[in-house]
C-alpha cells in the first residue's frame, strides 16, 4: 500500500523490454516445470513417475483438454475454452468411471483431508507480543518485505502484460494499493498472500475479460465454489488443470525471443536469457532487478564513451570545446582527457549546446578543471548550460556564477530562422 501512495508503481517503467520477455519466459519454464510434479504418484514421502496405463490416461487427457483449448476458440469465443475443457474432461472420467488422479485424491495424497467448505475466521493471535511469535517477528517483516516485493513486481509486470494484450493502460499505483490493502485483510483471516498471476491473467484475458468486472466475478465463483461446490471441485481430474496450464505456458513464453535473439545487441540478449535463467533458479525479484542492474550498467557504460569534444578557434583567439554527451559519473574520466590545460589559450570557452550536467560527479570534474584553468591564470567560460544544470551548478557551488555565461543566443535558433526566412 505504501509502495502505492508514494506513487512506486511507475518505477515499472524501468524494468527494460528484455528483462520482460525474460519474465516471462523464465515463468513459462517455472509452469511447466511444476506441471511435471503432476506426472508423478506419491507414496508416503517418496515420488515416482507414472506409467503404463496410468500414463497414458494422463497424457491423453492432458492432450485432450489441449485440443479442446485450442480449436474451440476457432469455433466460437461465446465459450471460455479453459472451462470448456475442464468440464468435458470431467465428464469423460466421472461418467466412464475412470480411474485417474483427482483434485480430492491429490490432495489427500498429500496428507490432507480434502477440500473444506467453511469461512475464515479472525485470526486474534496475530497481535500477540508473547508466546509463539515473540522473538520472530524479525523473520516475519523481513519475509514480508520480501514476498511485497515480488508480489508488486510480478503485478505490475503482469499488468503492463496485460495492457499489451487488450491495448489499454492499467494504474499501477491503484495495483499497488489494492493489492496491499486486500493482503492485509486476507491476513488477518489467515490466508496466504496473493498477487496478479501471469497463468490466470492471461487465461482471463483470452476468456474475454477485459474489465475489473472479470476479475471480480473470478473471486466471487472462486467463493462459492469453495463454500458449496468441494465435492464436485475434488471430482476434476489433475489431467484437465495440467492440460489447462500447458496452454498457459504456451501462450505465455514469448516465442519471437528465439527469432530476435540474434538480432538485438548482445548486451540485450545478456540481460533476456539472465533473467529467464534467474527466475527458474531464484525468484522473480532477483532476476528483475539482477536484469535491471544488468542493463543500467550497460546504458551508462555506452554513454561514458561516447562523449565527444570538438576543438575549434575564434577569431579572437579564444578556444571552443563543443561538448556532445551527457557529464555523469561515468564520463567524467573522458571528459577530462579532452582538455589540455597547459597548452590551450588564456580564453576558453566549454559549450555545453549538445550537452548537460546530470549529477554530482559531473559537477565536481568540471569545477576541478574550472579550478585548473584558473590556477593556470586562464580564463574559463561555461555556455548554453540549460536552465536547469545552471540551478544545479550555482546551488552546488555558488562560484559557478562568475564562469556561466547566460547572455548567450543558442545558435541553432539563428539556423532554422534562416531557414524560414529562405523559405518565405
Given amino acids: 500500500m505504501l509502495a502505492g501512495v508514494l506513487r512506486l508503481g511507475k518505477f515499472v517503467r524501468l524494468i527494460p523490454h528484455p528483462a520482460m520477455m525474460g519474465f516471462v519466459n523464465g515463468l513459462a519454464i517455472v509452469i511447466f516445470l511444476s506441471q511435471l510434479e503432476m506426472f508423478k504418484i506419491r507414496t508416503g514421502d517418496a515420488s515416482q513417475w507414472l506409467s503404463g496405463s496410468a500414463l497414458w490416461w494422463m497424457l491423453g487427457l492432458v492432450g485432450l483438454t489441449m485440443g479442446i483449448m485450442y480449436v474451440l476458440p476457432k469455433i466460437t469465443k461465446a465459450i471460455p475454452a479453459a472451462l470448456t475443457a475442464i468440464v468435458v474432461v470431467a465428464g469423460i472420467t466421472i461418467f466412464g468411471g475412470i480411474?485417474?488422479?483427482?483434485?480430492?485424491?491429490?490432495?489427500?495424497?498429500?496428507?490432507?483431508?480434502?477440500?473444506?467448505?467453511?469461512?475464515?475466521?479472525?485470526?486474534?493471535?496475530?497481535?500477540?507480543?508473547?508466546?509463539?511469535?515473540?522473538?520472530?517477528?524479525?523473520?516475519i517483516l523481513s519475509t514480508a518485505a520480501l514476498l511485497a516485493a515480488v508480489g508488486l513486481i510480478e503485478s505490475l509486470m503482469t499488468l503492463n502484460l496485460v495492457d499489451d494484450l487488450t491495448e489499454t493502460r492499467g494504474s499501477g499505483n491503484r495495483e499497488c494499493v489494492a493489492q496491499g490493502g486486500a493482503n492485509i485483510l486476507n491476513g488477518l483471516f489467515g490466508g496466504m498472500g496473493g498477487c496478479a498471476m501471469i497463468g490466470q491473467s492471461i487465461i482471463n484475458v483470452n476468456s474475454g475479460g477485459r474489465g475489473r468486472l472479470s476479475g471480480l466475478v473470478a473471486s466471487i465463483a472462486l467463493l462459492m465454489f469453495i463454500l458449496f461446490g468441494a465435492p464436485l471441485i475434488e471430482q476434476i481430474p489433475i489431467a484437465a488443470l495440467v492440460g489447462v496450464m500447458f496452454m498457459v505456458v504456451i501462450g505465455t513464453f514469448a516465442w519471437s525471443s528465439f527469432r530476435i535473439l540474434r538480432k538485438i545487441p548482445l548486451a540485450d540478449a545478456v540481460v533476456l536469457i539472465t533473467v529467464s535463467a534467474v527466475t527458474v533458479w531464484k525468484d522473480l525479484a532477483i532476476a528483475v532487478i539482477t536484469g535491471v542492474i544488468i542493463s543500467a550498467l550497460v546504458f551508462a557504460?555506452?554513454?561514458?564513451?561516447?562523449?565527444?569534444?570538438?576543438?575549434?578557434?575564434?577569431?579572437?583567439?579564444?578556444?571552443?570545446?563543443?561538448?556532445?554527451?551527457?557529464?555523469?559519473?561515468?564520463?567524467?574520466?573522458?571528459?577530462?582527457?579532452?582538455?589540455?590545460?597547459?597548452?590551450?589559450?588564456?580564453?576558453?570557452?566549454?559549450?555545453?549546446?549538445?550537452?548537460?550536467?546530470?549529477?554530482?560527479?559531473?559537477?565536481?570534474?568540471?569545477?576541478?578543471?574550472?579550478?585548473?584553468?584558473?590556477?593556470?591564470?586562464?580564463?574559463?567560460?561555461?555556455?548554453?548550460?540549460?536552465?536547469?544544470?545552471?540551478?544545479?551548478?550555482?546551488?552546488?557551488n555558488p562560484s559557478f556564477e562568475e564562469v556561466i555565461r547566460t547572455s548567450i543566443d543558442d545558435p541553432r535558433y539563428h539556423v532554422v530562422t534562416d531557414m524560414l526566412d529562405s523559405e518565405v
Avoid at 473444506?116 to 524479525?138: C, D, M, N, R, V
Avoid at 579564444?318 to 579532452?338: C, D, H, M, Q, R
Fill in 301 to 396: 557504460w555506452q554513454n561514458a564513451i561516447r562523449i565527444r569534444a570538438r576543438k575549434r578557434m575564434k577569431e579572437d583567439g579564444t578556444k571552443v570545446y563543443e561538448i556532445w554527451g551527457p557529464l555523469f559519473f561515468g564520463s567524467t574520466s573522458a571528459f577530462n582527457s579532452k582538455f589540455d590545460v597547459s597548452n590551450d589559450p588564456d580564453n576558453v570557452e566549454i559549450d555545453f549546446i549538445e550537452s548537460k550536467v546530470a549529477d554530482h560527479s559531473g559537477i565536481e570534474a568540471l569545477f576541478i578543471l574550472v579550478k585548473k584553468y584558473n590556477d593556470a591564470c586562464k580564463q574559463v567560460t561555461l555556455t548554453h548550460l540549460s536552465a536547469e544544470c545552471q540551478n544545479l551548478l550555482v546551488k552546488a
Fill in 99 to 139: 480411474d485417474v488422479s483427482t483434485v480430492g485424491s491429490f490432495i489427500r495424497d498429500g496428507g490432507g483431508n480434502g477440500l473444506k467448505a467453511g469461512l475464515p475466521s479472525f485470526q486474534f493471535q496475530i497481535f500477540e507480543l508473547t508466546g509463539t511469535l515473540k522473538g520472530h517477528y524479525g523473520l
